[in-house]
């Protein structure tokens, strides 16, 4: 039996979060199950960050579960240019986010469930976390065949990966946190899980491709809120606590002080971009002018998300070398960022020559590169 | 928990086992830290550094006024393969257990914690193209950072390495 508290129950979560004293039930001593009520990504992350600093673990355990609007969320030492296709994200208001995780880069929509299994760092134990998902699965659908990988994935029908675990430890507190497909936009995911680019050379972590199921494509009944209420009657079950689900606001300052500050740290581009690991393109591409094939060379280092080293090689006299030097220089220090970029390719133009050929040229030449972006 | 820190208590009167060995700076029968002059291992003029742990498993060794930061061997089998070492800039100033990186293996993404107050002076270059040498050499090649010891007492609270090795021996149990 599920009853889910009113977001009026918050305060008295505070206390039971904050104090480990006597003044609330036992149980909760031994364990809380919680979710949120928001579905914006970088609140979810933050409140698993607030968790992680704040909470005394060491007798207790905790299970978030939690959803998000559509969006991508990279592992915390990779690639985004490497992972996911940035221009279809912008274009579909797709957002992008950086976990402090590691692992793969994962597509989450509504119709993804985020289980968080909070424990000491004594308890962790992935194997047991999962198997406690396939139970719970198995439960609501006992033809269901699925099963924990020794990758910590979960797969349907032996071949279809239904679900991928990261799991980050800090100095007190462990987090594993796993996904689960139950009626995820496939044809979204494999949209924006597809890097445009093949010539990126880096040491960031890279994902294993998988093919991916929905478990609604299985058995159509199993919705978000069956699964996610079977996931916690299971959990409360192991750990002998009532089955009982806290819903929580990670925007309330009140029960959760400092939660913002994460959030907007989880929103910044120095921590979504600016964390990636060093990495280099080098790369050639064609352009078109006037009915005319011309090939570009590039080459470039980014470091921290922003541009270290810039070469770019035009065919002789095409753009006068004094500009493209220029057009170098000045990206030197800029983010690897088609808006800034942008800006400043505008600023350029405006002190050369006010030429109609120089002004076309310059602009295709900008555009093109911008595109690696 | 309380045998964790009555074993931290105990670690600093331990005294030496191997009298020839570069012991900890503790003075066996106060169980008072002696004046800060490490014992040499006989040949060579390079001074001999006594590595000290935290308890997060960290290692530093202290040489010239320049600590070098580690993983223990117990951390690096605890992690397995290590895929990536998220190591701070040059210069970086950091606090007694400021988390100053992360290293990420096929288990989870770790937290590294500093073990004394200092600058970093150097960061192991070649661990960016062969994290796995943490696994590898993890109190030799496998080094993480070097850094400034500002406040050279904090080597006092840090574990000897007959007193870690207590310590990782109750966490087993």
Same mark, same amino acid.
């Given at each position: 039996?599920?009853?889910?508290?009113?977001?009026?129950?918050?305060?008295?979560?505070?206390?039971?979060?904050?104090?480990?004293?006597?003044?609330?039930?036992?149980?909760?001593?031994?364990?809380?199950?919680?979710?949120?009520?928001?579905?914006?990504?970088?609140?979810?992350?933050?409140?698993?960050?607030?968790?992680?600093?704040?909470?005394?673990?060491?007798?207790?355990? $905790?299970?978030?579960?939690?959803?998000?609007?559509?969006?991508? $969320?990279?592992?915390?030492?990779?690639?985004?240019?490497?992972?996911?296709?940035?221009?279809?994200?912008?274009?579909?208001?797709?957002?992008?986010?950086?976990?402090?995780?590691?692992?793969?880069?994962?597509?989450?929509?509504?119709?993804?469930?985020?289980?968080?299994?909070?424990?000491?760092?004594?308890?962790?134990?992935?194997?047991?976390?999962?198997? #406690? $998902?396939?139970?719970?699965?198995?439960?609501?659908?006992?033809?269901?065949?699925?099963?924990?990988?020794?990758?910590?994935?979960?797969?349907?029908?032996?071949?279809?990966?239904?679900?991928?675990?990261?799991?980050?430890?800090?100095? =007190?507190?462990?987090?594993?946190?796993?996904?689960?497909?139950?009626?995820?936009?496939?044809?979204?995911?494999?949209?924006?899980?597809?890097?445009?680019?093949?010539?990126?050379?880096?040491?960031?972590?890279?994902?294993?491709?998988?093919?991916?199921?929905?478990?609604?494509?299985?058995?159509? =009944?199993?919705?978000?809120?069956?699964?996610?209420?079977?996931?916690?009657?299971?959990?409360?079950?192991?750990?002998?606590?009532?089955?009982?689900?806290?819903?929580?606001?990670?925007?309330?300052?009140?029960?959760?002080?400092?939660?913002?500050?994460?959030?907007?740290?989880?929103? =910044?581009?120095?921590?979504?971009?600016?964390?990636?690991?060093?990495?280099?393109?080098?790369?050639?591409?064609?352009? $078109?002018?006037?009915?005319? #094939?011309?090939?570009?060379?590039?080459?470039?280092?980014?470091?921290?998300?922003?541009?270290?080293?810039?070469?770019?090689?035009?065919?002789?006299?095409?753009?006068?070398?004094?500009?493209?030097?220029? #057009?170098?220089?000045?990206?030197?220090?800029?983010?690897?960022?088609?808006?800034?970029?942008?800006?400043?390719?505008?600023?350029?133009?405006?002190?050369?020559?006010?030429?109609?050929?120089?002004?076309?040229?310059?602009?295709?030449?900008?555009?093109?590169?911008?595109?690696?972006? | 928990?309380?045998?964790?820190?009555?074993?931290?208590?105990? &670690?600093?009167?331990?005294?030496?086992?191997?009298?020839?060995?570069?012991?900890?700076?503790?003075?066996?029968?106060?169980?008072?830290?002696?004046?800060?002059?490490?014992?040499?291992? &006989?040949?060579?003029?390079?001074?001999?550094?006594?590595?000290?742990?935290?308890?997060?498993?960290?290692?530093?060794?202290?040489?010239?006024?320049?600590?070098?930061?580690?993983?223990?061997?117990?951390?690096?089998?605890?992690?397995?393969?290590?895929?990536?070492?998220?190591?701070?800039?040059?210069?970086?100033?950091?606090?007694?257990?400021?988390?100053? &990186?992360?290293?990420?293996?096929?288990?989870?993404?770790?937290?590294?914690?500093?073990?004394?107050? &200092?600058?970093?002076?150097?960061?192991?270059?070649?661990?960016?193209?062969?994290?796995?040498?943490?696994?590898?050499?993890?109190?030799?090649?496998?080094?993480?950072?070097?850094?400034?010891?500002?406040?050279?007492?904090?080597?006092?609270?840090?574990?000897?390495?007959?007193?870690?090795?207590?310590?990782?021996?109750?966490?087993?149990?």
């Amino acid at each position: 039996m599920v009853i889910l508290s009113s977001l009026k129950n918050c305060f008295q979560l505070f206390y039971v979060l904050k104090i480990s004293a006597a003044g609330f039930k036992y149980t909760a001593n031994r364990g809380l199950i919680l979710q949120s009520v928001s579905s914006d990504v970088y609140q979810n992350l933050a409140m698993e960050d607030w968790i992680h600093d704040n909470m005394n673990l060491e007798n207790r355990q $905790v299970l978030f579960l939690w959803r998000n609007s559509p969006t991508v $969320v990279i592992g915390r030492h990779q690639n985004p240019w490497q992972e996911c296709n940035l221009k279809i994200m912008r274009k579909k208001n797709i957002k992008l986010s950086r976990r402090r995780s590691g692992g793969g880069t994962v597509y989450h929509d509504l119709g993804n469930i985020n289980f968080t299994f909070f424990t000491s760092k004594k308890k962790y134990e992935r194997m047991e976390n999962l198997k #406690l $998902v396939v139970r719970a699965l198995k439960g609501l659908q006992p033809q269901l065949d699925v099963c924990a990988t020794d990758r910590y994935d979960l797969l349907l029908d032996g071949n279809f990966k239904i679900s991928g675990t990261a799991a980050k430890l800090g100095r =007190t507190v462990a987090y594993h946190h796993c996904t689960l497909l139950c009626s995820a936009d496939k044809i979204n995911l494999s949209s924006v899980l597809k890097s445009p680019y093949k010539v990126i050379k880096s040491n960031a972590t890279p994902s294993m491709p998988a093919l991916v199921k929905n478990l609604f494509e299985e058995d159509p =009944t199993l919705t978000c809120e069956m699964v996610m209420d079977a996931v916690a009657a299971e959990y409360a079950r192991c750990h002998q606590i009532d089955h009982h689900i806290t819903l929580i606001n990670p925007a309330d300052e009140t029960v959760f002080p400092g939660i913002n500050n994460k959030t907007k740290e989880l929103q =910044t581009w120095e921590w979504i971009y600016g964390k990636t690991p060093k990495f280099s393109i080098s790369t050639c591409f064609n352009m $078109v002018y006037e009915q005319s #094939l011309l090939e570009v060379k590039v080459d470039i280092h980014v470091k921290h998300g922003r541009i270290e080293v810039c070469n770019i090689v035009l065919p002789e006299q095409w753009l006068p070398p004094a500009m493209c030097n220029e #057009l170098e220089k000045n990206l030197i220090g800029s983010k690897f960022c088609p808006s800034e970029t942008t800006a400043l390719a505008s600023t350029l133009l405006r002190i050369c020559p006010q030429n109609y050929e120089l002004h076309s040229k310059w602009s295709l030449l900008c555009e093109n590169v911008m595109t690696l972006m | 928990m309380a045998a964790l820190r009555a074993l931290r208590r105990l &670690g600093a009167s331990l005294a030496p086992r191997c009298p020839g060995r570069c012991g900890p700076l503790i003075s066996p029968r106060t169980g008072r830290p002696q004046a800060a002059s490490a014992r040499s291992l &006989g040949t060579g003029a390079l001074l001999c550094a006594a590595r000290k742990f935290t308890d997060k498993h960290e290692w530093i060794s202290v040489e010239n006024g320049i600590g070098t930061v580690g993983i223990s061997n117990f951390a690096q089998e605890a992690l397995g393969d290590i895929v990536y070492c998220s190591l701070p800039e040059i210069g970086t100033k950091l606090n007694k257990q400021d988390e100053f &990186g992360a290293l990420e293996s096929v288990k989870a993404a770790s937290e590294l914690y500093s073990p004394l107050t &200092g600058e970093v002076t150097e960061i192991n270059a070649t661990l960016a193209d062969n994290p796995g040498l943490v696994n590898k050499s993890c109190y030799e090649d496998g080094w993480l950072i070097k850094m400034t010891v500002d406040n050279p007492s904090e080597l006092n609270e840090l574990m000897s390495e007959d007193a870690y090795e207590k310590f990782i021996k109750s966490i087993e149990d």
